[in-house]
């Protein structure tokens, strides 16, 4: 697919690159201070009855719309992979409205329903909600039918009020299996009759991290020549693993579907705080309505290397603030509204120009699968003047890469130039500098840095804010 340009935007940003050139920071990483997680979360109301359960029941997805996902996903520079459809209630499942919620009073004076939504074979469920009356202290917890018994994700009523889409839907945290159940819960003094819930429609899954990843080919199994970041810790020591702790498999909606990239982490100048910056693509997330809909997984790497299997990982579902993206460059920076989880890394980075023919690394999660890392080169004569070009000498690309971090390394450890855009290689090509298909083209961290540099980089004349979006109080 050719690449279109925009020459006067493209000169515009080289001119703001010149003028920062002299002064383009770099930045090394550093582990998260967060602490440890608490014990896992479990359901308020433990184990409640079937019958005061209200269950909203999809039929069997179309095989069309199926096909028509694998399709799309041929497609690959520029474009995100999709992996869930979004179904609409009214269509396709029991209608727009809701069962009425059995609440069942607590002995503290709190109420709390379980609901249950039901999409046939899927292998994860998002539902987009539009509720209201919710107190800020109320809670929603989230798990998933191949897990009963765990709850994956917590939020207070507070936070859905900043995680709606264009059409103001809550989308749920992704949950595993064919089944999700939600649990709500009212604080003391809360009345259930001022809350009202709708839910229009949902997002039928077909990948998850506990059967083999997929549903179709292609999707959470990328091709055999990936390398798994754990085969190569042992040998690449504590630099590359603490880099690879750095990077996300990310999940969004958008346009009827869900759908997958990559991004990284990174640190910025100011020592005493750990903003969650998370760097990706344009193509991923464009707009401030698709970032609060951001799910990110932690630590979503293979048990130990070929293993096929993965460890246990941390998911974050509250979202993220749009800071900056560039449709030219294909740059994106966001705040995770969430802390960082313990155990993972700040990203260093570098804002300088990339030396010509350097040795480049790419970490990422191909096809949503567990964490891949691959190795190759920086290719000046076919990279421009907003795009790095690549080309791989182990490993390669796939849909769900997009937005992955492209690494140089030295003796004080991993630095991001750039994140992925796209390309056409493939494991048939990869191994050869000299085949043409075997190439990447990713943003240019050095050209979008004069617009990052407010967050990563910054002159401090307003609150500072540490582990997280709240601004700390100053004198």
Same mark, same amino acid.
């Given at each position: 697919?050719?690449?279109?340009?925009?020459?006067?935007?493209?000169?515009?940003?080289?001119?703001?690159? %010149?003028?920062?050139?002299?002064?383009?920071? /770099?930045?090394?990483?550093?582990?998260?201070?967060?602490?440890?997680?608490?014990?896992?979360?479990?359901?308020?109301? $433990?184990?409640?009855?079937?019958?005061?359960?209200?269950?909203? /029941?999809?039929?069997?997805?179309?095989?069309?719309?199926?096909?028509?996902?694998?399709?799309?996903?041929?497609?690959?520079?520029?474009?995100?992979?999709?992996? $869930?459809?979004?179904?609409?209630? %009214?269509?396709? $499942?029991?209608?727009?409205?809701?069962?009425?919620?059995?609440?069942?009073?607590?002995?503290?004076?709190?109420?709390?329903?379980?609901?249950?939504?039901?999409?046939?074979?899927?292998?994860?469920?998002?539902? #987009?909600?539009?509720?209201?009356?919710? @107190?800020?202290?109320?809670?929603?917890?989230?798990?998933?039918?191949?897990?009963?018994?765990?709850?994956?994700?917590?939020?207070?009523?507070?936070?859905?009020?900043?995680?709606?889409?264009?059409? $103001?839907?809550?989308?749920?945290?992704?949950? !595993?299996?064919?089944?999700?159940?939600?649990?709500?819960?009212?604080?003391?003094?809360?009345?259930?009759?001022?809350?009202?819930?709708?839910? @229009?429609?949902?997002?039928?899954?077909?990948?998850?991290?506990?059967?083999?990843?997929?549903?179709?080919?292609?999707?959470?199994?990328? #091709?055999?020549?990936?390398?798994?970041?754990?085969?190569?810790?042992?040998?690449?020591?504590? =630099?590359?693993?603490?880099?690879?702790?750095?990077?996300?498999?990310?999940?969004?909606?958008?346009?009827?579907?869900?759908?997958?990239?990559?991004?990284?982490?990174?640190?910025?100048?100011?020592?005493?705080?750990?903003? @969650?910056?998370?760097?990706?693509?344009?193509?991923?997330?464009?707009?401030?309505?698709?970032?609060?809909?951001?799910?990110?997984?932690?630590?979503?790497?293979?048990?130990?290397?070929?293993?096929?299997?993965?460890?246990?990982?941390?998911?974050?579902?509250?979202?993220?603030?749009?800071?900056?993206?560039?449709?030219?460059? !294909?740059?994106?920076?966001?705040?995770?509204?969430?802390?960082?989880?313990?155990?993972?890394?700040?990203?260093?980075?570098?804002?300088?120009?990339?030396? =010509?023919?350097?040795?480049?690394?790419?970490?990422?999660?191909?096809?949503?699968?567990?964490?891949?890392?691959?190795?190759?080169?920086?290719?000046?004569?076919?990279?421009?003047?907003?795009?790095?070009?690549?080309?791989?000498?182990?490993?390669?690309?796939?849909?769900?890469?997009?937005? =992955?971090?492209?690494?140089?390394?030295?003796?004080?450890?991993?630095?991001?130039?750039?994140?992925?855009?796209? #390309?056409?290689?493939?494991?048939?090509?990869?191994?050869?500098?000299?085949?043409?298909?075997?190439? !990447?083209?990713?943003?240019?961290?050095?050209?979008?840095?004069?617009?990052?540099?407010?967050?990563?980089?910054?002159?401090?004349?307003?609150?500072?804010?540490?582990?997280?979006?709240? @601004?700390?109080?100053?004198?």
């Amino acid at each position: 697919m050719p690449i279109v340009r925009t020459t006067m935007l493209a000169c515009c940003l080289l001119a703001g690159t %010149a003028t920062a050139a002299a002064q383009a920071p /770099r930045v090394a990483g550093e582990p998260s201070r967060s602490p440890a997680m608490k014990s896992a979360e479990t359901w308020r109301g $433990g184990d409640v009855p079937a019958a005061v359960i209200a269950r909203m /029941r999809y039929g069997e997805m179309s095989a069309r719309r199926i096909l028509k996902l694998q399709q799309d996903n041929e497609a690959r520079i520029g474009k995100p992979l999709q992996i $869930g459809i979004v179904r609409d209630a %009214a269509t396709e $499942g029991p209608g727009g409205a809701v069962p009425a919620l059995h609440w069942i009073a607590q002995a503290d004076g709190s109420h709390l329903a379980r609901l249950e939504f039901v999409s046939p074979l899927a292998y994860g469920i998002r539902a #987009g909600l539009r509720i209201e009356g919710l @107190p800020a202290a109320a809670e929603l917890r989230f798990g998933g039918s191949l897990r009963p018994d765990a709850v994956v994700a917590t939020l207070r009523g507070a936070q859905l009020r900043t995680l709606v889409d264009a059409d $103001g839907l809550f989308w749920t945290p992704g949950t !595993d299996g064919e089944k999700q159940s939600m649990e709500l819960w009212l604080p003391p003094g809360a009345s259930p009759a001022g809350v009202t819930l709708q839910a @229009p429609r949902l997002s039928h899954l077909m990948t998850n991290a506990l059967e083999d990843f997929k549903i179709l080919e292609k999707i959470g199994e990328s #091709g055999s020549c990936n390398i798994d970041v754990a085969c190569r810790v042992g040998t690449l020591g504590p =630099s590359f693993a603490n880099a690879g702790t750095a990077v996300a498999r990310m999940t969004f909606v958008k346009e009827g579907g869900t759908y997958l990239c990559t991004g990284t982490l990174l640190n910025d100048t100011d020592n005493s705080s750990q903003v @969650p910056w998370f760097h990706t693509a344009n193509h991923c997330i464009p707009s401030q309505v698709i970032a609060s809909t951001l799910n990110t997984y932690w630590k979503y790497d293979a048990t130990a290397c070929s293993s096929g299997i993965v460890g246990n990982y941390v998911l974050l579902s509250g979202g993220a603030d749009y800071l900056y993206s560039n449709e030219d460059t !294909d740059g994106a920076l966001l705040r995770l509204r969430d802390s960082a989880p313990a155990g993972v890394y700040f990203a260093g980075w570098d804002a300088g120009a990339l030396p =010509s023919s350097t040795a480049v690394t790419a970490i990422h999660h191909p096809a949503g699968d567990v964490k891949k890392v691959s190795f190759g080169q920086h290719l000046p004569a076919r990279s421009d003047d907003v795009n790095h070009a690549a080309g791989w000498l182990e490993g390669t690309t796939e849909g769900g890469s997009s937005g =992955s971090g492209l690494f140089t390394v030295d003796a004080s450890g991993y630095y991001l130039r750039g994140g992925l855009y796209g #390309g056409n290689a493939t494991c048939s090509n990869s191994g050869s500098l000299s085949n043409t298909d075997n190439i !990447d083209w990713y943003s240019r961290f050095d050209v979008d840095f004069p617009n990052f540099r407010q967050y990563l980089a910054p002159v401090f004349s307003e609150p500072r804010r540490r582990n997280g979006s709240h @601004p700390l109080a100053t004198p």
